[in-house]
């Protein structure tokens, strides 16, 4: 499948979900409503993870760090110290941003899996962090009644007007994506996905490069992490425990490394999968993981991942044949 054809699909693809999105307030039951926001939050998160990884080829596990940094930042400076929440959650981003860099310059030395395992570190500590700290974080029980966000004397304290401002974040954040990606900064985050030599023979800044990606991914996911606490009215450290860091992972992988329809795919699929597969009962996970490992084994860029030049049909063949058919081919 040629790339033309593949970004024809994805955007009806994208335009289908964006119908989807507008429809549900009008046709869904509250579940749905609660669910498709908690995927435009998670989407927002897999987007500031395919910054990392999608376009600078830099594989992170540091997204909830982030995530932690604007939930606590948000319910600390609202609770604690009386501060607007849309201050508050700027001054959080703000700050992930910050964090990023000083993180970032020593950490985005490191290549492959020496980086993979240091930012794993990092998202288990910050979990560790947030539970211990308890004159800070209130531990485990963690911080309840955080304020809702308001324009006004409007309040965004129900489940469709959150719905509404939690998609047009995540629309935002998608936006930003498109923007980068398509820049001569996304240029130059490929040429360093594809070899760091290869980015330094072109003259370009591989650190620099390697901390804005970060740097911008750090932000956009403190965001996230704000509006989910502020969604909830809650925070504590189960927000941020290793199975959300491999959920979110697993939610860009599922989608497609690279890809703008990727993350709210990999996102809705994650949130939506338990439902579905909810009357297998005991069978449930086996079910999910087998799933899992057929997409592996037949989509390895993800449903629309521009790892590989290729489109869903043609890796739906066996990867033994492929490798065949690739030998075989003059």
Not at 70 to 83: D, E, H, K, P
Not at 159 to 172: D, K, M, N, P, Q
Not at 290 to 297: A, E, K, P
Request: with cysteine.
């Amino acid at each position: 499948m040629s790339p033309r054809t593949r970004a024809r699909i994805e955007f009806w693809v994208l335009a289908l979900m964006l119908a989807c999105v507008i429809l549900a307030p009008f046709v869904g039951s509250r579940l749905v409503v609660y669910d498709l926001t908690v995927t435009a939050l998670y989407a927002m998160v897999v987007v500031s993870l395919n910054i990392v990884l999608g376009l600078a080829g830099q594989v992170s596990f540091a997204q909830t760090t982030f995530m932690a940094i604007g939930g606590y930042g948000s319910a600390l400076l609202t609770t604690a110290l009386g501060l607007d929440p849309w201050a508050a959650l700027a001054l959080s981003a703000l700050l992930a941003l910050a964090a990023a860099l000083v993180i970032g310059v020593p950490l985005l030395r490191l290549r492959g899996h020496y980086l993979a395992m240091a930012t794993f570190a990092l998202a288990l500590g910050t979990n560790s962090f947030v539970t211990a700290a308890t004159p800070l974080t209130n531990g485990s029980i963690g911080i309840s009644s955080v304020p809702p966000l308001q324009i006004g004397d409007f309040a965004f304290d129900d489940a469709r007007s959150f719905y509404v401002l939690s998609w047009v974040a995540c629309i935002g954040s998608m936006g930003i994506f498109a923007l980068l990606a398509h820049s001569h900064i996304g240029r130059a985050w490929r040429a360093l996905a594809t070899g760091q030599e290869i980015a330094q023979s072109l003259g370009i800044d591989v650190t620099a490069y390697k901390v804005l990606a970060f740097a911008i991914g750090a932000a956009i996911a403190s965001v996230a992490g704000s509006l989910y606490v502020e969604f909830t009215s809650f925070v504590g450290p189960d927000l941020y425990d290793i199975g959300i860091v491999l959920n979110v992972l697993l939610m860009l992988f599922i989608g497609g490394r690279g890809s703008h329809a990727g993350p709210v795919l990999g996102a809705a699929i994650l949130t939506f999968a338990p439902q579905f597969l909810a009357g297998l009962e005991q069978y449930q996970n086996l079910v999910f993981f087998g799933f899992l490992l057929l997409l592996i084994l037949t989509w390895p860029s993800g449903l629309f991942g521009r790892v590989r030049d290729s489109g869903p049909i043609e890796l739906m063949l066996p990867i033994w044949l492929r490798r065949r058919r690739s030998a075989e081919s003059p």
